[in-house]
Structures are given as structure tokens and as C-alpha cells.
């Protein structure tokens, strides 16, 4: 009997302990949404000088009031769980009350020694045990409908209502533990904030609803663009948005920002019958030597600040002393053409990048591969030599950057040699890349003013290898290259080690033929 009691006492001090526990956890999240406003103030008085006009606070009134109302709906489901916590403690003490009755009467019984009334005892005994096991059901029911609530009223409190994706909230959670990351495992992190430029008037032009859309579409343009490279998209507040890039080091961050930059410009809003286009400004910034996550985010801002400044519509990155600009591409950022006729200082550009990605392999591992390309020749005389060769080169570019992820980087090292670098890719991997690029060339019938021009082009491939420099991958993918070509060429060759390049792989829809 004894024990049964204390069952039950034990039921109902979890049910305090819950609602203890849901008003602490409200009273945090008061208090943690205080403190973002009180950051979010004081950075904002910092970085006031020179901030554009048409930059307003981080915080609209729509995000305000949905945090509130979210605050208000946990506050009411911590009350219900402290009403039913309530409820549960006076069910437990009137049946404490009632065994402690039904005890006595069943010691007077046993003097009695009167059977039936010894029944009538122990059934009122069981029928008060059903009845709190009853009311215990009802209230563990009702509790973890709470409980559901309460977990809905979380996600919602950490969810911008607008745009569908994280809050202010979670950036700054999140942006804390890049932080803490880094000083504990130096692990490299960038940020990417974006702003849409002139969004004030966009909104006096088109409407509210129009600049709603906008925010949508804008913010699902981010997700989709960075959603190859794991990062974490956010709404900062206002039109403006947060991307963290764990584990990013500044070059693949610039890359990111580049495209970001690139896909708004083309981006179309739909809106009443009106094809509506909107830019925006981008800073960056790696994690450097900063004190705290805010320094960092500072930077990310003056940055952003800079891109503003100079005319908007691109981005600018901080090195922890001053903002350059991330240089825009006339082609398809994922396609890296280097715009300078200096043949070595495009090659140097692409070896330093080459050079940047082995030094990841021989610290983490990391799988790199490196493809080397060239277009064959056509009616047996060099490509250079035809007259639409910029043409043919300009469709080489097309096919490769549609074949490759975001995260590669293709260069036009030379005339008629190509480089794509595939990190986390093998050099099988890299192959089969390689094959799908050669076969969608060999099939491009290429129209000119005076002819329908075929090509082909033939590929030599390599991955990193322990104790390599950019200098050894380079040799080996063209040494594959030029076996290839040796072999008439519309071919693609793996090349394993310095030793086997002549050993070819050529890769075909039916199957993989290893070589060796």
C-alpha cells in the first residue's frame, strides 16, 4: 500500500518537474530574445557610419510580432502543463487521503472479523485505484499533447513566418558554435551576408505583397544555390540574409558569393502579369584571428557595407584589415576563365588553386582529382586554326560546367587546354566526369554561318598521390592527354601513378575497364 502511494507521489512531482522545467526554458528564451535585440542595438550604433540609406533594421515588425505571438503560445502551454501538474497533485493527495481511510477501515474489519466487510473495504480500495490510474492516463494524454505544442511552438519560435527559413535566433546559436568550433579544433568557417539592394523602393513601387514575394523568392534562391556545400541558410532580419559555411575556407566562400551574386541577378519575381528582377550585395568573411563571433560578423558587415558603397549588385570580402572586391566573371561562375592574356599567369592562377587542394588532401585526406582537356583537331588541321575557334571553345566551357558540381573549378589554363579540379572525387570519379563531358561534345552538332561543325576532345586524368605538389598532378593528367591524343584522340585516359599513364581507362556507357 505504501509503495503504491509513493508511486504516485512520484507521478506527481514529474508532472512539477515538468512544468518547472517549460517555465525555465520560456524564461530563457525571453531572455536569450532580449539579448539578440541588445547585440543586434549595439551593432548596429557600431557600424552606422557610412550605411546606406536604404538599409533599415535588422528586424521587421512582422518578425517581431511573430516572435511575440510564438513567446505568448509557450507561455500558454507552460501554464496549461502547470494547471494539469496542479490538477495531478490534488488527484494524488484526495487519494492519499482516501487509502489512508480505507486503511483504518480495513484494520477495523480485521477486528470485526467480518468478511463481507472486508470485500467492501478492498473494493473501495480498488475502485480508488482505478479511478487515479484513470485520471493518471488522462493526464499523461493531455501532457504529451503539450508536449507536442510545445515542441511546434519551439520550431515556430526559431522559424522566420515569411520565408520558411531559420530566424535571427538560430544565426546567432549557430554562428556561436562556428565560433567555439574554431577556437577549439581550428576548423575554418565562412559567412556570407546578403542584402537586397534598394528594397525600400522596390517596395514603394510594387507593394508590400510584391516585396513579400520577393523575400520568398530570394530567400529560396539562397537555399537552392548553397545547398551543394552545407550551408546553413538564414533570414538576419529586414531583407537582408545569413549564410554560414562550416568547414569553408574564404576561397570556396568567394566562389559561393559569386554565384549567390550571379543567380539573384537573374532571378525573375512573378507578380501581377509583371516580371519583377531585384539584385543584391553580398560581404564575406572567414574566421580569423577574431575575439568574438561578433568581430567576425563585423567584418562579414563592412564587408557588405563596401559592396554597397561601390555601387551595389556585388560582393566584397574582408581579409581582417580592409574589404576587396570578389571579382565578377563575364561566363558562368563555375566556370573560372581567367580574363588575362598572360598564358603563365593563367596557368600560375589555376596551379595555386591546384596546390591550396593538395594541401587539404596530405592534412585530411581529402580525395582530389584532376582533369586536363583539349579539343581535337578538326579535318585534320588544329582547332586553333578554325575560324569559329572561340566559338567551339565557348561550347567546350558549356558542356563542362553543366557536367560538374559547384563546388569544382574549371579554368581555361591555355588556348586549347582545360583544367577541372574535382575535390572529394577519385581519380574513377573524375573519369566518368570526364566521359559524360567527352560524349555530350562528341554528339554537339555546332551551327556557324557557313557549316554544322562536329568536335571532339580528349581528356587525360589523374588523382593526388602522397608527397604531390600541383606541378606532379598537372604532369601526369597530360601526360594521359597526350596519349590520348597520340590515340586519335575523342578518348579519355586515367593516369595512376607516374609510372602506368600509358595504361588507359577508357570509360563507356556499358562498362568501367581498370587499368593495370
Known amino acids: ?3 503504491f502511494i509513493f508511486f504516485h507521489v512520484l507521478l506527481c512531482a514529474m508532472f512539477f518537474g515538468i512544468g518547472f522545467v517549460s517555465a525555465k526554458w520560456l524564461r530563457l528564451s525571453a531572455k536569450r530574445e532580449d539579448k539578440n535585440e541588445e547585440s543586434q542595438s549595439s551593432h548596429a550604433s557600431v557600424l552606422a557610419e557610412g550605411v546606406p540609406q536604404d538599409r533599415p533594421a535588422c528586424h521587421t515588425d512582422g518578425s517581431r510580432e511573430a516572435s511575440v505571438a ?7 502551454v507552460v501554464d496549461r502543463v502547470r494547471s494539469l501538474a496542479d490538477g495531478v497533485r490534488i488527484e494524488v493527495h484526495e487519494h492519499s487521503q482516501s487509502v489512508e481511510q480505507i486503511n483504518h477501515d480495513l484494520l477495523a474489519t480485521a477486528n470485526l472479523s467480518d468478511p463481507e466487510a472486508a470485500s467492501r473495504v478492498i473494493s473501495r480500495l480498488i475502485d480508488a485505484n482505478r479511478h487515479l490510474d484513470s485520471r493518471l492516463n488522462l493526464a499523461e494524454a493531455r501532457l504529451q499533447e503539450q508536449s507536442q505544442l510545445l515542441r511546434s511552438h519551439r520550431v515556430e519560435a526559431r522559424t522566420d513566418a515569411l520565408t520558411g527559413l531559420p530566424n535571427r535566433r538560430v544565426f546567432d546559436e549557430e554562428i556561436e558554435r562556428a565560433f567555439e568550433d574554431k577556437r577549439n579544433s581550428r576548423r ?3 559567412l556570407i551576408m546578403v542584402d537586397i539592394d534598394h528594397f525600400k523602393d522596390f517596395n514603394d513601387l510594387h507593394g508590400h505583397q ?3 514575394l520577393c523575400l520568398k523568392k530570394v530567400g529560396e534562391e539562397i537555399r537552392q544555390t548553397i545547398r551543394g556545400i552545407g550551408g546553413i541558410v538564414m533570414r538576419y532580419g529586414g531583407e537582408e540574409f545569413a549564410v554560414l559555411l562550416p568547414g569553408t575556407e574564404l576561397f570556396d566562400a568567394k566562389v559561393a558569393a559569386r554565384r549567390l551574386n550571379r543567380n539573384i541577378e537573374r532571378l525573375i519575381v512573378d507578380f501581377e502579369q509583371k516580371e519583377l528582377s531585384v539584385t543584391a550585395s553580398l560581404g564575406v568573411a572567414e574566421i580569423g584571428r577574431d575575439s568574438e563571433a561578433s568581430e567576425w560578423l563585423g567584418r562579414a558587415d563592412r564587408a557588405l557595407y563596401a559592396a554597397k558603397h ?10 581582417g584589415q580592409a574589404c576587396h572586391e570578389i571579382t565578377r566573371r563575364n561566363t558562368d561562375p563555375a566556370v573560372e576563365v581567367d580574363e588575362t592574356d598572360n598564358v603563365v599567369a593563367r596557368r600560375a592562377a589555376f596551379i595555386n588553386d591546384v596546390n591550396r587542394r593538395l594541401a587539404l588532401f596530405h592534412r585530411k585526406r581529402q580525395p582530389l582529382a584532376l582533369i586536363i582537356s583539349s579539343i581535337d583537331s578538326i579535318d585534320n588541321k588544329p582547332v586553333e586554326e578554325h575560324p569559329d575557334y572561340v566559338a567551339i571553345q565557348q561550347a567546350v566551357m558549356q558542356v563542362f560546367s553543366a ?3 559547384d563546388m569544382d573549378h574549371v579554368c581555361q589554363m591555355a588556348d586549347n587546354q582545360f583544367g577541372a579540379l574535382l575535390p572529394a572525387a577519385d581519380g574513377h570519379d573524375a ?3 570526364a566521359e559524360r563531358a567527352r560524349d555530350a561534345i562528341s554528339r554537339l552538332e555546332l551551327k556557324t554561318p557557313t557549316d554544322v561543325i562536329r568536335i571532339s576532345i580528349s581528356c587525360g586524368v589523374s588523382h593526388a598521390l602522397e608527397g604531390d605538389e600541383a606541378e606532379h598532378m598537372l604532369s601526369r593528367s597530360e601526360s594521359a592527354l597526350a596519349h590520348a591524343r597520340d590515340k586519335n584522340g575523342n578518348a579519355v585516359y586515367l593516369s595512376r601513378h607516374e609510372m602506368d599513364w600509358e595504361c588507359p581507362l577508357r570509360i563507356t556507357p556499358e ?6
Open 210 to 212: 510584391a516585396g513579400d
Open 70 to 76: 510564438a513567446a505568448e503560445a509557450i507561455s500558454e
Open 188 to 190: 575554418a568557417s565562412s
Open 431 to 433: 573519369s566518368v566526369v
Open 1 to 3: 500500500m505504501s509503495e
Open 511 to 516: 562498362a568501367v575497364i581498370a587499368n593495370g
Open 403 to 405: 557536367v560538374l558540381r
Open 310 to 319: 561601390e555601387g551595389r549588385n556585388r560582393g566584397y570580402w574582408h581579409d
